[in-house]
């Protein structure tokens, strides 16, 4: 078995600035964060020459820009450039999902602590629109939070609010959004659990939240608490990525290097240690390689720059795939799952793991009961397996347990469990294959 003596998990939300944005992760939240993050607003950091990553790890097309071009509306895929739908990123919390369509924010499912934004706690089996902006860019939900970046960078909160999760400096819950300090320089955002972290202009990372398990990654002590405003992170790295876990938090840094804190009794965090919590960044390795990472529950997995795939943690329902499907052992540092070498981005539930591979082709493995996996079965699946291998897709975010995600002409489908109508589909059945979904 290969081993990479490190650390990782990272769920981003990157800011997209254009009108065509590729989700990055999600994390799972207190329960599955999934979450994936943000496509940066600012492509222009200062970062170091990494290996290119591959195409699906970052929002929109590279650099070389491989479609030679495409019009107003349209999408770089594998395929080309296609007609897009005017979707730009879908995100989720455990039992709610949102979605940025042409600067407007629609969010539906659970609504028990306000987490819609809509006003009340009255839960929304369709899509409902948050207030009236046009200039939304990114959105991340908690387990019963949401956090979202209005144009030109400004953060806003809403939801539960018991641990500082909104970063307002106090505990009141809010119903609709409300802006976050003054900074208006929010590149980046991903929420999971009772805490949310953002990247400003520079790649400095901020976190904020329960303090319980040291996922503000303040280098506190034990008893310190909760972090009630958004607050930098320990050290003078500066980050790309960030992503959230139920308890611990993994990013990687502007130099490739994935680096990882928070809860690690079940070798969450990837760091090879057996260390129960570390309240600061501690890296995985020497190396600077990483291009994308998602953070769940109790497992973790991150892409290489090579194109290899990754896992750590527990792996019950197979979640952890390849030579680790049925590991009862927990797996301390990230582990290779697979031989493949053409990976692109990872996504992360409580108990699934979905991946796109570079020719946007998606694969998903691990529980299945409650149909997140989307290839129409109920039994556990412990190695990748395509899903409706005749459609092109955007990387997914996945909850507690179910699944969404754009397909290449930016069309949103959601699949799995559907108790609290996260997936949008105008009732509470759940769905064991992807289901389209349309705001109003």
């Known amino acids: 078995m290969r081993r990479a003596a490190g650390i990782a998990t990272l769920a981003l939300v990157l800011v997209a600035c254009s009108e065509s944005v590729r989700v990055?992760?999600?994390?799972?939240?207190?329960?599955?964060?999934?979450?994936?993050?943000?496509?940066?607003?600012d492509a222009g950091l200062d970062a170091p020459d990494l290996p290119d990553p591959p195409r699906n790890a970052t929002a929109g097309p590279t650099n070389e820009d491989p479609c030679g071009g495409c019009g107003a509306g349209e999408l770089c895929t594998a395929q080309g450039c296609v007609a897009s739908s005017g979707h730009t990123m879908v995100e989720s919390g455990r039992?709610?999902?949102?979605?940025?369509?042409?600067?407007?924010?629609?969010?539906?499912?659970?609504?028990?602590?306000?987490q819609l934004g809509v006003g009340d706690q009255e839960s929304r089996m369709t899509p409902a629109r948050v207030g009236s902006d046009n200039d939304w860019l990114a959105v991340s939900g908690g387990e019963l939070h949401t956090c979202g970046i209005r144009s030109p960078g400004e953060l806003y909160c809403w939801g539960e609010n018991s641990k500082g999760a909104l970063g307002l400096g106090d505990t009141g819950k809010r119903l609709a959004p409300e802006r976050v300090g003054d900074f208006d320089d929010w590149e980046a955002l991903n929420c999971g659990g009772d805490n949310?972290?953002?990247?400003?202009?520079?790649?400095?990372?901020?976190?904020?939240?329960?303090?319980?398990?040291?996922?503000?990654?303040?280098?506190?002590?034990?008893d310190a608490a909760d972090v009630l405003e958004p607050s930098e992170v320990a050290g003078d790295a500066r980050y790309l990525q960030v992503a959230l876990g139920q308890g611990h938090v993994n990013a990687i840094t502007m130099e490739g290097v994935l680096v990882g804190w928070g809860r690690n009794p079940m070798g969450e965090a990837g760091i090879g240690s057996e260390e129960p919590q570390t309240r600061a960044p501690l890296p995985v390795d020497d190396s600077a390689e990483w291009v994308?990472?998602?953070?769940?529950?109790?497992?973790?997995?991150a892409v290489r720059a090579?194109?290899?795939?990754?896992?750590?943690?527990?792996?019950?329902?197979?979640?952890?795939?390849?030579?680790?499907?049925?590991?009862?052992?927990?797996?301390?540092?990230?582990?290779?799952?697979?031989?493949?070498?053409?990976?692109?981005?990872?996504?992360?539930?409580w108990f699934h793991t979905c991946a796109i591979k570079?020719?946007?082709?998606?694969?998903?493995?691990?529980?299945?009961?409650?149909?997140?996996?989307?290839?129409?079965?109920?039994?556990?699946?412990p190695k990748p397996t395509a899903i409706a291998p005749e459609q092109r897709w955007q990387l997914p975010v996945l909850g507690g347990f179910h699944t969404c995600a754009l397909d290449g002409s930016g069309d949103l489908y959601c699949w799995g469990q559907n108790s609290g109508g996260q997936l949008g589909t105008a009732g509470e059945e759940r769905y064991f294959t992807p289901q389209p979904v349309s705001p109003p």
Do not use: M
């Open 24 to 41: 990055l992760e999600s994390e799972p939240d207190d329960g599955p964060t999934t979450g994936p993050t943000t496509p940066r607003l």
């Open 95 to 114: 039992v709610h999902t949102c979605l940025v369509s042409d600067g407007r924010l629609y969010c539906w499912g659970s609504n028990t602590s306000g």
């Open 196 to 222: 949310c972290c953002g990247l400003r202009d520079g790649g400095r990372l901020y976190c904020w939240g329960d303090n319980h398990e040291g996922k503000p990654g303040q280098d506190d002590p034990f």
């Open 292 to 301: 994308s990472v998602g953070a769940a529950q109790h497992h973790s997995c």
């Open 306 to 349: 090579d194109g290899s795939l990754w896992c750590w943690g527990t792996s019950p329902f197979g979640e952890l795939g390849g030579e680790v499907a049925d590991a009862i052992e927990l797996v301390r540092a990230p582990l290779q799952t697979g031989a493949e070498l053409d990976w692109a981005a990872v996504a992360v539930g």
């Open 358 to 381: 570079q020719d946007d082709s998606l694969y998903c493995w691990g529980r299945a009961i409650e149909g997140q996996l989307g290839q129409g079965g109920g039994d556990p699946i």
